[in-house]
């Protein structure tokens, strides 16, 4: 389990006063707010990951001398199991963030771009960026599948 550094502005946010013009339209700035809320909800998820590794480093640091020859074995043991599961409970939430989002943000974006163009007969720019990467389960190997170790 590794510690994520990418570093996630949490002081982004969508301002509502500016869209005030958009009252008539409540199911929209709803919208608008749930995607912030995802947003900011994956922000403090990978704060509170940073913040376990922190513990685990800490753990493993104290447990072993400096420059001491360990196994993955006795590193595992270092680490208090709460925060093994607490490590694989935010990563899996990450993860679930990661799969998800995308779409809500996009959808609302959509939405308020259309809603945009209609009103003001300009649309919304957007920069969409490429799937950089999906993860995937590794596929299980096959017995007699000729493959060799």
Do not use: W
């Not at 002081?11 to 009252?23: C, E, H, P």
């Not at 799969?99 to 771009?113: F, G, K």
């Not at 920069?127 to 995937?136: D, G, L, S, W």
């Amino acid at each position: 389990m590794r510690a994520i550094h990418t570093a996630f502005k949490s002081d982004l946010g969508i301002d509502l006063k500016q869209l005030s013009f958009l009252a008539d339209k409540p199911l929209l700035l709803e919208k608008l707010a749930y995607a912030e809320r995802l947003y900011l909800d994956l922000v403090e998820t990978i704060d509170e990951y940073r913040k376990v590794h922190v513990q685990i480093q800490e753990a493993t640091a104290s447990a072993f001398a400096p420059h001491a020859v360990v196994t993955f074995g006795q590193v595992e043991k270092a680490i208090p199991s709460h925060l093994t599961a607490q490590a694989n409970t935010l990563l899996a939430s990450i993860f679930d963030h990661l799969d998800r989002d995308e779409e809500s943000y996009r959808a609302v974006a959509a939405e308020l771009s259309a809603e945009l163009k209609r009103r003001l007969g300009r649309s919304l720019l957007l920069r969409c960026k490429q799937k950089v990467a999906e993860f995937k389960s590794p596929p299980e190997e096959k017995s007699g599948a000729g493959l060799h170790r």
